[in-house]
């Protein structure tokens, strides 16, 4: 157990719609990364926020879009769904200065 | 650009035999690499990590990996296989970003596969 929590741990939905992960980091981080992992794209980096803050984005779509709260719990909300979001989707979390990341369990996402 | 490279995406291997894990990574200055173990349907575990100093690392479940920088190389090990072990296997590197962020970059993984 690496001490990130992630909900809901699987979630259907349909084209179009709009969903919302949540994600807990470990007691004491204050970065929190999500990362998606499908089959043709692999695992890819989608944003990291530090401390409310967003630090770093990569190839994020415009239609997700993520915050952290002051409690430093995250959300990854993703909207206008298409069959091709279908993923897996990680949290990470780290403390500050810390290259070592620690995954939550994952939720995974059907769009049908 | 910065990358990780697993040229195998398949390996199958007898329980009880030794077992090495290929990693390439190209990476402008001294990298930052870790592999990462993900069984099915669960999440991705750190096995062991690389920073600097001593080349060869030790990690959790008996796995080790030599940094050959020469080499651009991190190759996980494991000297007798378990079928527990069977899995897919990440190399990643940590890549140092614009305005203070960080992310990792992913190899595209290696299955395993463990004959008993």
């Known amino acids: 157990d690496s001490g990130v929590t992630q909900t809901p741990k699987h979630l259907i939905t349909a084209t179009g719609q709009r969903v919302t992960l949540r994600c807990s980091p470990r007691s004491g981080d204050l970065s929190v990364y999500w990362y998606q992992q499908s089959l043709d794209q692999g695992l890819q980096f989608l944003i990291q926020y530090y401390n409310g803050e967003e630090r770093a984005k990569g190839n994020i779509l415009e239609r997700f879009s993520a915050q952290q709260f002051p409690d430093l719990h995250s959300e990854l909300n993703l909207s206008s769904l298409e069959l091709g979001d279908s993923a897996l989707y990680f949290c990470a979390s780290s403390t500050g200065g810390s290259n070592e990341q620690f995954f939550g369990p994952g939720t995974r996402l059907t769009v049908l | 650009a910065q990358s990780v490279t697993q040229p195998d995406i398949h390996i199958t291997v007898s329980e009880g035999a030794s077992l090495e894990l290929r990693c390439n990574y190209s990476?402008?200055?001294?990298?930052?690499l870790f592999w990462y173990v993900q069984s099915p349907g669960q999440g991705l575990q750190l096995l062991l990590k690389?920073?600097?100093?001593?080349?060869l690392v030790q990690g959790i479940k008996g796995f080790e990996a030599e940094f050959k920088r020469s080499q651009s190389s991190f190759n996980l090990r494991k000297p007798s296989v378990h079928w527990s072990d069977a899995a897919e296997y990440f190399c990643?590197?940590?890549?140092?970003?614009?305005?203070?962020?960080?992310?990792?970059?992913f190899g595209t993984g290696t299955q395993l596969k463990v004959e008993l």
């Open positions: 990476y402008g200055a001294t990298p930052y």
């Open positions: 690389y920073f600097s100093g001593d080349t």
């Open positions: 990643a590197v940590v890549l140092r970003l614009t305005g203070g962020g960080n992310k990792l970059t």
